[in-house]
Structures are given as C-alpha cells and as structure tokens.
C-alpha cells in the first residue's frame, strides 16, 4: 500500500514538472530573454512616415539586427529641433543573451551606457542617446517653490571622472547656449567595470531656453546635448536621460 501511494506521489510529481517544463515555461524564458529600451536618434531627414523612420534606423544598425541583438523597432514619436537634426524617439526590443550577466546585474542607467555602446558599434560617432527614467529618477515640481528657479534634471552616464561635474558648470553653456548646466552631482558609481571602465551616474540641474520655439511643438535637444559632449571621436562616451517631474499627489 505504502509503494502504491509512493509511485502515486512520482506520477504527481512527475504530471506537475512537465506542466512548468512544457510551453507556458519556455514562453516566460523568451520573454524574461528580451528587454525593451528607449532610444534617441537625431536625424536630417524628415519628416518620415509609414514606417520609414525604423526602416532608417535599421540601415545604420544593421549589423546589430543580423546578429540578433536588435529585434523589433517601433517609433513613438518626432521631435523638432528647429534648424537642428530632429530626435526620434524609438523603442527598440533587444536580446538580452548579447549582453554579459554581469552587466545585467549592475542598475539600469550602467546597463543602458553598455547598451549604448554596443548598438553603435566600434563607430567613433555616437548616433543614439540610450535609457529612459527610472522611479528613483522622479523629483517634484514642489521642491522649486517660493523665488526659486525651476530646472529640469538630466540623467548623465559616464566614465567616472573627479572632474566631470566641475568641467560641465565651467563649459556651462550647451546647444547654442539652450541648455546651461547649473549644478551637477554624481548620484552612483559602478561597482564592476563595464568595457574597461567605471561610470558614474550624474545628476544635472539645467535650465533650457529654447530658441524659435513654437507653441504646440514637440522639442527635445538632449540628443543635441549628448553629441556635443560626445564630440566626433569619442564615440559613446556619455549617454543619458530626462529625469521624469512630477506633482505631488
């Protein structure tokens, strides 16, 4: 009787793991495999529609598509840049067997600077600024209250150096003088390097001052400001995002 309740228990147990090991299990692999990541591209041509806008991204990453880093593009949104290239806004789903385990343990802002890297290649220009803001990116309008000026926060990821913060309050004056760094902190340091170097995660105050802007438009310069600090051979030094203001509720 004993034997019978035991190889009874075996068949259960056995019904059960084939149940996690059969389909419903290898659709959540495929699925924890892939990560979608917010990018930006600056662009001359324009406007692009019915899907020409991915289709232009592809040709200059087409080798991360062959490879099977980069598996889905869906653009989101345009943003005008006056006489400057105009950012798009894509979300791209990539693979995340490209990327190495300790990368993918460190947090999310380190992650998309290798992210960055990768999808440019070995380029010396970096075309695209990676990463989107995360729930301890958000600040509150409330805080620039009273006589106090009211900044938006970028989200900056580089290389450590001790002398970031003090070399963007000296150079100050961005995209044509849009963009001016008022206060800067590094908020996080990476504790393993990643391609050969420790980065850190900076916060910049800035006050952006848009010129020719008009009503109604969508503008965005942070892929302008990225470039510029990127310049034309440092390939993907530094990437970043807009912190995310909000109200208190």
């Known amino acids: 009787m004993l034997a019978s309740k035991n190889i009874f228990s075996l068949c259960l147990l056995a019904a059960i793991l084939f149940r996690i090991t059969s389909g419903v299990d290898l659709r959540y692999h ?65 693979n995340k067997t ?16 290798f992210v960055n890297r990768l999808i440019n290649g070995d380029t010396s220009q970096c075309f695209t600024g990676v990463g989107t803001a ?19 926060r970028f989200i900056l990821i580089a290389p450590i150096d001790e002398k970031i913060c003090h070399e963007l309050k000296k150079v100050r004056y961005f995209v044509d003088d849009q963009l001016i760094v008022k206060w800067c902190k590094r908020l996080l340091k990476s504790e393993v390097k990643v391609n050969g170097q420790l980065l850190g995660k900076y916060m910049l105050n800035t006050d952006v001052r848009l010129v020719n802007y008009r009503r109604g438009e969508s503008t965005d310069i942070s892929g302008l400001f990225l470039q510029e600090l990127n310049g034309l051979k440092l390939g993907c030094r530094y990437t970043g995002y807009w912190a995310t203001a909000k109200q208190h509720p």
């Open 134 to 152: 995360q729930s301890e990116d958000v600040y509150y309008t409330e805080e620039y209250s009273g006589n106090r000026n009211y900044y938006e």
């Open 98 to 113: 490209h990327v190495p385990m300790e990368v993918l343990g460190i947090p999310y802002a380190f992650q998309m600077w």
């Open 30 to 94: 495929v699925v924890t495999s892939t990560m979608d990541i917010g990018v930006r591209y600056l662009s001359a041509t324009g406007p692009l529609k019915n899907g020409a806008e991915c289709n232009e991204f592809k040709k200059l990453t087409e080798e991360r598509w062959k490879s099977g880093f980069i598996m889905n593009c869906q653009h989101l949104s345009e943003k005008q840049n006056d006489n400057y290239p105009k950012e798009h806004e894509f979300q791209l789903t990539v």
